[in-house]
Structure formats: C-alpha cells, structure tokens
C-alpha cells in the first residue's frame, strides 16, 4: 500500500502545500492553512493496463444521449442570465453576499418552475423547512408545487433524489452539506469540492438541474475551492449595495448561454420584482445641473444600460491623495486619472478623487473610460455638462478615444429615454439619418477642449462640430 503522508490545505484558496505555515502563499490569508488526511500518494508503479475503453462518434452522439431539454420559468430576467433557460442537467453555482435575496430568488424561481411542471426540491441546509415555509408565504407561494426538504447530509440529499427523480433542485447552499465520507467540518474545501463534485454528478447522470448556492468571502470572492466554479456548467452572482434596493443577476461562466448578461431585480416587500427598463431606474435618481455627473450608454451582456457616473474631485490633505471608487476597476480610474494628467495637463497630485456609479451596478466594460474622465473632468473643472447627452469611448494610454461594441444599441437606447446627442469616437458608418446629433472626440484633449468652449459658450455646443 502507498504510504501516507501528512499534507496541509489552505481553507480559503485550497492551496495544498506539505508544511505548516501561518500565513497562506496561495491566498496571503493568515491561519487557514490546516492539516488534511491525504488519502494517499496514489497508485504507484501499477501500469494503466491494457483494458479497452469505450470508443464514441461524435456524430454518434445524438440518438443514444437523452436531448437537452430548456424550461422556462416566465421571469424574465432570470431566464435571460440563464441563456435560453434552465437546461436540463445543467450544474448552477449562485453566489452572492449575505442577505442579498439568494434564498428569495432561488424560492421565487423554484415556484414558477414547479408551476411550469417540472418537479422542484429545495433543500435547505441553513434554514428549517417551517421558516422557508413562513418564507414562501411571505412571497405569496404558500400553494405552490415545490417539496422542501431541510437536510444538511449529502447521503441522504442524494437518496432522496434518486427515490424522488426531481427535475430541478436546489441547493441552499453548497456550504453547509457535508458528507460523512470526508472527514473535516461543513464549509471546509474538501467537504464544498465532494459535494458539489457528487451534485453536479447528479445532474450529469439523471438530468436533473442542479442549482447551489454558493457563500461569498469577504473580498466577494467564492468561499471554497475555485474548482467548484470548474466543475459547475453556470456560475451567477447576485450583486446589489446593501443601501440600494436593486439586485442584479449576473452570469458569469455560462456553458449554455452568452456571459455578462444580467437580471435586474428591485427588493420589495414581498419579494423581488422583475425591473423591465434598467435604464429609467438607474437615470431615476439623477442629479440635474451638478458637476461631476454624466451618463454612460453602456451594454450588459445583449442589452444596452445607462448609468449615471457621479464624481467628486476634492483638495486633499493628504500626503496620498484618496482614490475612491464604487462600481468601477480601480485601477482604470488610475489610469483615466494618469491619461488626463499626461495628456490633458490637469493635473489630481493634490486632489482627492471619488468615483461612484449610481444605483448600485457594478460596471466592467472599458467603454466607460470616457464617461469616467468626463465625469472627473466636470467635477474638477466646475463645469455643468448639457443634459442631453450620453458619452461612451474606450480610452487608450496615448489620449486617443477609441470605438467600442454595438454603437447603434447604445445610441437607440439613449434616444429612447429622450437624449439627443452623444459623444464619442469616430464612426466608420453614416450616422443614422433621424437618429440622435453624434459629436465625435478623437482624443481626450479635443474633447477637453470641446467642453471647454461649451462652457464659455451660452448657446450650447453650437453646431454639432466639435
Ligand atoms: P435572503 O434571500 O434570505 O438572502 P440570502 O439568502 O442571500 O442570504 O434575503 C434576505 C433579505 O431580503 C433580508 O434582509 C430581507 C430581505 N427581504 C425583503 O426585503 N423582502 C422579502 O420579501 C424577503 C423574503 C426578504
Ligand atoms: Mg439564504
């Protein structure tokens, strides 16, 4: 028999090394490294052997394997993140913070697909049957077609759906089931890695769907082993600030469906509701004739968005100015900072900087970068941009304002919540004939310039020439 030695994993990051030691490499966490009972080396000098494999045709694969099949739930914006829906035999990982609607939306989504005819069990391992019970009344589902199960034991999880034969279940959450195989606590990588690994098993084999939820860490990262989000077909996290009522579902590993699509949800009291038109709620708030606010025609996924950027450019008394930035990469904002300095002479050496994107959506796409450097810009300069306008641009280390994906979207989208002119970079295509007054920026120093001479100016941007 191969000998056993001793081996330590980091809890967090699940990082395996042969020593103890306080401080993770992995991960840098400090006191999560823990011993674990290897199992053994592995199998040492037995050859593989010369036993034949199963040989399949890829164009022999369709009569034989069951077809995928893709239910519905009717919200909306929850089929959308999924792709075309809820495939079968699809492994889903949610994770989102604490208190942000998981158990609520998972619960909501469950009773619409029981509703549909597919046969639901929620398992919850962290709440007793009767509290999701009084949960489920609360949302208005006292009557709807789902089996609760409360069970925080993987043997038994799993007994029951093979005695069940559900179509969907899911899992609330991955964290606290644990299997009396491996011998460490609930929450522990090696416990999330063989549950979810027997899960996803599940749904590969019976074609059951499989959704879990999944805790997030401090730094929104998901708690457990990354070998989970391999194993699982769908990752979606669920994000929201804890002072806002908007949720928003993003997707983002989907095997099933396109990526950076998003959901968006208003917590209400009786649970979330779908929000058809993001934009008009997240423009809803929108401060008029302020400084250091412009609005970003931006896309999530298929679907164009605007956002407002707020800025707040302030003397610091610091010896290091303060960067502060909500719903954007920090290290863009540095950038956009550093471009605008190099570039456009203004300089932020003694300033503080916030940056905030209102209604508590997380934006990724580079496009942003000239809504940014004009809402820094307006908020530094003092000047009040003309309410009208939309701005988006990829901005490059030169200063060069560079076109980004899908104008045409960003640009219907704009006009239909009422703006009538935007700017950004140069567009090969004609603009079109009715659409909105286009004012192109070729780099970050015209449309200073521009903006600017809007301000000295009182009628406007004058003549739609920058
Ligand atoms: P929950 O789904 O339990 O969060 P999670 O499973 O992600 O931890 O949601 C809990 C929060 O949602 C809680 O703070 C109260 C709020 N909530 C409402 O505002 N309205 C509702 O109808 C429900 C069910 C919850
Ligand atoms: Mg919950």
């Known amino acids: ?29 400090w006191n999560t490294i823990n011993e674990s009972k290897a199992l053994s080396n592995g199998p040492q000098k037995v050859s593989i052997g010369i ?30 993140v999924l792709g075309k829906g809820l495939v079968s035999s699809a492994a889903i990982l949610l994770s989102g913070d ?62 029951t759906f093979e005695d069940e034969e559900p179509n969907l279940v899911i899992i609330d959450s991955i964290q606290t089931i644990w ?21 996803t098993n599940f749904a590969k084999r019976t074609g059951a769907a499989v959704i879990m ?14 070998v989970v989000e391999h194993m ?21 590993k989907n095997r099933f469906g396109p ?78 900072l550093a471009v605008l300095e190099s570039r456009c002479g203004i300089s932020f050496a003694n300033h503080d900087v916030y940056l905030n994107i209102a209604g508590g959506i997380k934006i990724n796409e580079p496009a942003a970068d000239l809504a940014v450097a004009a809402a820094i810009f307006s908020a530094k300069e003092d000047i009040i941009f003309p309410i009208n306008t939309v701005f988006f641009g990829e901005i490059s280390l030169s200063g060069a304002v560079r076109q980004v994906s899908q104008v045409d979207n960003r640009l219907k989208e704009a006009q239909k919540l009422g703006f009538s002119e935007a700017i950004t970079a140069p567009r090969n295509k004609k603009k079109p004939k009715d659409g909105i007054n286009i004012r192109e920026t070729v780099n970050l120093r015209d449309f200073v310039n521009m903006m600017h001479k809007y301000k000295d100016s009182t009628e406007g941007l004058g003549d739609g020439k920058p």
């Not at 989504?109 to 049957?129: C, D, N, Q, T």
């Not at 939820?213 to 990354?226: L, S």
């Open 232 to 252: 699982v077909d769908t990752v979606l996290h669920f994000e929201g600030e804890r002072g806002h009522q908007f949720r928003i579902l993003r997707a983002v």
């Open 179 to 199: 299997a009396d195989t491996v011998d460490s606590a609930p929450g522990s990588v090696s416990q999330v890695r063989s549950a979810a690994f027997e899960l």
């Open 98 to 159: 604490p208190g942000i609607g998981k158990s609520t939306i998972l619960l909501q989504a469950a009773a619409r697909f029981g509703e549909a005819g597919l046969k639901v069990l929620y398992i919850s391992g962290e709440e007793a049957a009767s509290q999701v019970k009084l949960r489920a009344k609360r949302l208005g589902l006292s009557t709807a077609p789902i089996r609760l199960g409360s069970e925080t034991n993987l043997r038994n999880i799993l007994t």
């Open 1 to 29: 028999m191969a000998k056993i030695s001793k081996s330590y994993s980091c809890t967090s990051c699940g990082l395996v090394t042969n020593k103890w030691a306080g401080r993770c490499d992995g991960c840098g966490d």
């Open 213 to 226: 939820v999944g805790h997030v860490t401090k730094d929104g990262q998901i708690a457990g082993p990354r």
């Open 51 to 80: 036993e034949k494999g199963e040989k399949i045709l890829l164009s022999d694969l369709s009569p034989s394997i069951k077809n995928l099949s893709y239910s519905k739930s009717g919200i909306a914006e929850f089929d959308r």
């Open 259 to 336: 990526v950076d699509e998003i959901g968006v949800f208003e917590m209400a009291s009786e649970g979330l509701a779908q929000v058809k038109n993001p934009s008009e709620l997240f423009l809803s708030e929108r401060g008029k004739n302020i400084p250091g606010s412009v609005v970003f025609a931006g896309i999530e996924g298929t679907r164009p968005i605007l956002v407002e950027f707020q800025a707040l450019v302030t003397p610091s008394t610091l010896g290091q100015p303060r960067r502060n930035v909500i719903g954007w990469d920090g290290n863009r904002l540095s950038m956009v």
